[in-house]
């Protein structure tokens, strides 16, 4: 019976957790066992996605004789775990607000909380699956056992995960659990945004600076001490060092799962209760004498505040076009210093690039209209020009995507000690490309208006769903790479100032055409 009632949990959670591809798959007619299965598929495609892309570039090392690079990985992966499981968690368990409708029902805490465990073990899931074919590789390269591989590699997969949970969990409910926290509820979940960012930002940039270290018969990255236990359990698993450095992995967790249990699971209902109950809205003030412009501007303003939208946003606008970026096309052991004046184009084009990867479904110009909920019906009630206000509406997410694309170049332009002139050439490729990609998403919230949604995450459903963003990212990032090399090597290699004025006059051509084709389909059937 037990079984039952959190199979069925699990079934409500894997809905809950994607309402607009539980609504895309049952008008296709799934229901049942068979909605389950489809809305199981999206998470294993976008990991075995994940896997494919990472999978490939880890084939042509030997991780058993580069220590270095191994715990490089390990690092990469667990700061995007850490990253997805914050959010994640703080979203399931505290923006869900769903506890309250079970408590009239036969529910026991532990089979609610194990429900959510696992929804938020799926969705981080995909992300981190590179590790597990890490974790094989290592020891098929280290001459262990197939078999004896692969088993050693699930425990530490679920090792792994375990880790990241506890640590993300301690983070996310210790400070929830704070008094500042629920006097400051908004302000504080902002704050958990930015830090866990700004940490899994730092973290990927302090990696790729470093420089590898050069042996007599490889080369390998400098190695990250403290996750070392990974690999000697990996590569030695049936060597003394390797099984002690297992039992410590096993201890360290089982510890911090002890710690959780004794600190903050007594009072952990209690505390989720409490924070569904609690949701009062602060009054805003009434200023006089404000313009139209500025009223909205304010309105705006507030649309964003929401702690889960900037949660998405800056993990999935950012954060991840940032990993793909360094890790494939920007590997950080490249200097640009020496780079000629004949390049400005193809650090042009590459700002464009850029831009396409970070401005995606998740966005602020792919969501802003949707924002607005029920009161876009009011505001089209009022005598107000719908285009007026949809241009402001555009004008303002368009200058935060620019802000968030500048500030991406900047990091990137100093990590690859980029020339001035090719550092503006590059913000100036960014600024461009944010406008035209703004204007594909801006059109498609209008296309795909939804103002009933309930979670962040049924705006960014919408369309291909998850699966498609992590097909276009990887897709942009590619395609990007494979423009941009062929670009380099044509100004190297034939005359640079004839690639670069036919390169210049077809991206001319075409974003003319971009905005016209906009303009026609969208702006100008506004009134």
Known sequence: MGNTRLKELLKVNLRYANPQQTSKSRKKGKNGAALTRSLTMQYLSSGLLFLLVYGVAMLGLDFSQLPGYFTYYIALFGIIAFSQGISVIYNVFFESQDLPSFLPLPFRQNELFLAKIAVVSLTIMPFILPVFILFVLTGVQSNVFVLWSVLFAVVLFLLFLGLIFSICSFIVFGLTKTKLFKQHKQMMTSLLLIVSTVVAVLGILIMSWQSPQ?????????????????????????RTEGLLSLLGLVVLLAGLIILFAKLLLPKLYEQLI????????AKRRHKVNQSLRQLLLHYNVQLIRNPSLLMQVFSNSILMPLIFTITFAFSGQIDLRMIGPQFAGVTFLGGVALASIMVNQTSFAANMISLDKENFSFIQSLPLSMKGYLQEKFHFAYLLQLALTSSVVVIMGLVLRMPLLHLISALCGGAVGTYLISLRYFSRDYRLLLLDWTEISQLFARGAGNLGLVTTMVGS????????????????????????MAVGAVFITGSFLWYRHYQKSFWKKLV
């Open 477 to 500: 990032v590619f395609l990007s790479v494979i423009v941009l090399v062929i670009y380099g090597f044509a100004v190297a290699l034939l005359s640079p100032l004839g690639i670069n």
């Open 274 to 281: 409490d924070s569904s109950s609690n949701n009062r809205t």
């Open 214 to 238: 050069v042996g007599t018969t490889f080369t390998d990255r400098s190695t990250i001490s403290f996750l070392l236990p990974f690999f000697y359990a990996a590569s030695q698993p049936l």
